[in-house]
């Protein structure tokens, strides 16, 4: 049984990226139709407020530790073992393995200039992976129509995992409204697009093992996200002071 560690209110997978990339081989063909969530401090404040975005967390075959600060706090709960797992480590684990295993990958989201980007680092980098399509969908709401045509043309060309990447929550909405129709795991990575593309470069190794990603991104793109951390790192910093607290005050 898979080991979790609830984080406001959110079931976060005590996991690494070797066990995570294990439990994806063993499980892909049962997890047809389903979808894995990569959770960071903002999904899961998010989650803590919207009781049916909490839901689509939960409801995710795997919620990952995407955020540096969530494995932290499942080891300060008694899980040594809880480390990071990150959508674009994780889109990179998967698609090193794919040449082996025959994986077909689909990427739905971004835009076309970087999905065309995208396409041409994975075919450079990871030989004998299998692009089995690619889709920038509109910025708008689709509709119904629209929609189950997507869905027609992804299971057209028959993906093993379908990359989402919409940013958060829209992917995890997007997943969970898809469960059981797309016929293929889904995995929504977010900047994972970007970050492989080439569009953003990633934290430096010292950066991201300190828990300080976010803030190389901020330094990035302050004026996008300059609201969004300090709204939500601040509510996670306060919820786990109190968690902390009260844990202490009742081993005594």
Not at 86 to 110: A, C, I, N, V
Not at 169 to 181: F, I, L, S, V, Y
């Given at each position: 049984?898979?080991?979790?560690?609830?984080?406001?209110?959110?079931?976060?997978?005590?996991?690494?990226?070797?066990?995570?990339?294990?439990?994806?081989?063993?499980?892909?063909?049962?997890?047809?139709g389903e979808y894995i969530c990569v959770?960071?401090?903002?999904?899961?404040?998010?989650?803590?407020?919207?009781?049916?975005?909490?839901?689509?967390?939960?409801?995710?075959?795997?919620?990952?530790?995407?955020?540096?600060?969530?494995?932290?706090?499942?080891?300060?709960?008694?899980?040594?073992?809880?480390?990071?797992?990150?959508?674009?480590?994780?889109?990179?684990?998967?698609?090193?393995?794919?040449?082996?295993?025959?994986?077909?990958?689909?990427?739905?989201?971004?835009?076309?200039?970087?999905?065309?980007?995208?396409?041409?680092?994975?075919?450079?980098?990871?030989?004998?992976?299998?692009?089995?399509?690619?889709?920038?969908?509109?910025?708008?709401?689709?509709?119904?129509?629209?929609?189950?045509?997507?869905?027609?043309?992804?299971?057209?060309?028959?993906?093993?995992?379908?990359?989402?990447?919409?940013?958060?929550?829209?992917?995890?909405?997007?997943?969970?409204?898809?469960?059981?129709?797309?016929?293929?795991?889904?995995?929504?990575?977010?900047?994972?697009?970007?970050?492989?593309?080439?569009?953003?470069?990633?934290?430096?190794?010292?950066?991201?093992?300190?828990?300080?990603?976010?803030?190389?991104?901020?330094?990035?793109?302050?004026?996008?996200?300059?609201?969004?951390?300090?709204?939500?790192?601040?509510?996670?910093?306060?919820?786990?002071?109190?968690?902390k607290l009260t844990g202490?005050?009742?081993?005594?």
């Amino acid at each position: 049984m898979q080991k979790t560690c609830n984080i406001m209110g959110v079931n976060i997978a005590v996991t690494n990226m070797d066990k995570t990339a294990a439990c994806i081989r063993e499980n892909l063909e049962a997890w047809r139709g389903e979808y894995i969530c990569v959770s960071n401090v903002h999904t899961t404040v998010t989650a803590y407020g919207d009781a049916s975005y909490r839901d689509i967390q939960n409801g995710a075959v795997m919620a990952l530790p995407d955020g540096g600060p969530l494995s932290s706090f499942s080891r300060s709960q008694g899980f040594p073992e809880a480390e990071r797992v990150t959508g674009p480590d994780l889109m990179r684990e998967l698609l090193t393995q794919s040449g082996e295993r025959k994986w077909r990958h689909y990427f739905y989201g971004s835009t076309p200039e970087t999905l065309e980007l995208l396409r041409e680092k994975v075919e450079q980098r990871y030989p004998g992976a299998q692009i089995a399509g690619m889709m920038s969908p509109p910025f708008r709401e689709l509709s119904p129509e629209e929609d189950a045509e997507i869905v027609r043309q992804i299971n057209e060309a028959n993906p093993d995992f379908v990359w989402v990447g919409l940013g958060a929550p829209k992917q995890e909405r997007w997943m969970a409204a898809h469960r059981g129709r797309v016929h293929a795991l889904m995995i929504g990575v977010g900047a994972a697009f970007d970050y492989e593309a080439g569009n953003i470069q990633r934290a430096p190794v010292w950066m991201q093992k300190h828990n300080l990603e976010w803030l190389y991104r901020l330094m990035q793109d302050p004026k996008r996200l300059l609201k969004r951390y300090f709204s939500t790192n601040v509510r996670f910093l306060l919820w786990t002071w109190k968690e902390k607290l009260t844990g202490r005050n009742r081993a005594k």
